[in-house]
């Protein structure tokens, strides 16, 4: 019987057992990314669900607001004994009052998110950092290349390669 990297019972090499940790945190990382990846899509479908569904519900609101009007002439005919004429216009007057007190409150918010300047903040921050990152100096200690594990004893590890997938 012999073991993946050579025969039962003997002693691998530093080498190999290195060989054997980089392939092992490789096949790690790419199973960690393919989770991730199916995470995220059914996260992703799961919010096109939820909006499809937001979306239908609204739809829904705006179809029935002309079934709020009719009862809102026809209760205030009921209630006042008025034309239905005028019920009616009293009706939509209400809507416009309705409409008006929306567009106000959209508008102010449409202000509030002008003097915000979110993005502006963002790239500023962004640019800051750079400026930051770009004068940091590196830690004294000895720095491995890029893509090197290295190990609590100094050891350099190796290299984990990609896969094309």
Known sequence: MSAPDGPVGTERSLGQLVSAASKEMSELVHDEIALVKAQLTQDVKRGAIGSAAFIAAIAVLIFSLPMLSFALAYGIRTWSGWNLAICFVLSFAANVLVAGLLALIGVIFAK??????????????????????????????????????????????GVVARSSS
Do not use: D, F
């Open 112 to 157: 509030k998110a002008a003097k915000g300047k979110g993005p502006q903040k963002a790239a500023a921050a962004a640019k800051e950092t750079a400026a930051v990152l770009a004068h940091a100096k590196p830690h004294p200690r000895r720095v491995a290349p890029a893509g090197a594990l290295e190990l609590e004893s100094g050891e350099r590890a």
